[in-house]
């Protein structure tokens, strides 16, 4: 049965970068994608973009285009999200969340436990 | 961008009742949509992937149906664990939208 088990809280400054890890076990890492979805407080789920490790290819939501960068680790079944530039808007629980099949598209089937960053000065 | 929109923002319902929630795509989505359901302090739950297939483990009181543009989620009979916030989304190679949610509220 495979897992995602998400790196810890952080708080971060204003304008500085954050980079959350996802890393998997128990089952194939390369062949699904990853998806990164964000709640802020008081708010509704938001998809960020996705990657595909074995293609080496990531497809990013219009809104974080330029700002977010999804990279993957095959030799460590880890997937890594990081955003630069943020603001209080950031403040929101991130989760990676693998898909449901191989076969594309297929939505996430399996999440991470989700990791809670804070921005504020 | 594909948007996606549903109805109504907030439910109130009692248990046993038959729950009806409503997705809207600015597209053809054919049938790639997905149900979740959202506690607080926890991560989605898939309900229902393809517009109607039934994720493996999820009671049969939930179901899907429609494509193209519109789609419903039913819960036949509500049940006291089903209070929660359920989310539609439209997925396909590219992108990912999400509806902005129906909170199922206890009347």
């Known amino acids: 049965q495979v897992q995602l088990v998400q790196s810890g809280a952080e708080v971060k400054k204003p304008g500085s970068s954050v980079k959350v890890s996802c890393k998997a076990s128990?089952?194939?890492?390369?062949?699904?994608?990853i998806n990164w979805v964000r709640q802020a407080p008081r708010q509704g789920l938001e998809w960020m973009g996705r990657?595909?490790?074995?293609?080496?290819?990531?497809n990013y939501a219009q809104k974080f285009q330029g700002r977010v960068t999804l990279t993957a680790d095959k030799s460590t079944s880890t997937a890594y999200m990081e955003l630069s530039s943020l603001t209080s808007e950031d403040t929101a629980v991130y989760y990676c969340?693998?898909?449901?099949?191989?076969?594309?598209?297929?939505?996430?089937?399996?999440w991470g436990q989700g990791t809670l960053i804070t921005v504020s000065s | 961008d594909i948007q996606m929109t549903q109805s109504p923002s907030t439910l109130s319902a009692s248990v046993g009742d038959r729950v009806t929630i409503t997705c809207r795509a600015s597209q053809n989505i054919i049938n790639w949509l997905a149900w979740y359901q959202v506690k607080p302090g926890k991560a989605p739950k898939l309900l229902i992937y393809k517009a109607s297939s039934l994720e493996s483990g999820v009671p049969s009181r939930f179901s899907g149906s429609g494509s193209g543009t519109e789609f419903t989620l039913t819960i036949s009979s509500l049940q006291p664990d089903d209070f929660a916030t359920y989310y539609c989304q439209q997925y396909n190679t590219y992108s990912g939208t999400f509806g902005q949610g129906t909170k199922v509220e206890i009347k």
């Open positions: 969340a693998r898909d449901r099949d191989v076969v594309v598209p297929s939505p996430g089937g399996v």
């Open positions: 128990g089952g194939t890492f390369s062949s699904y994608s």
């Open positions: 990657i595909t490790p074995i293609l080496e290819r990531a």
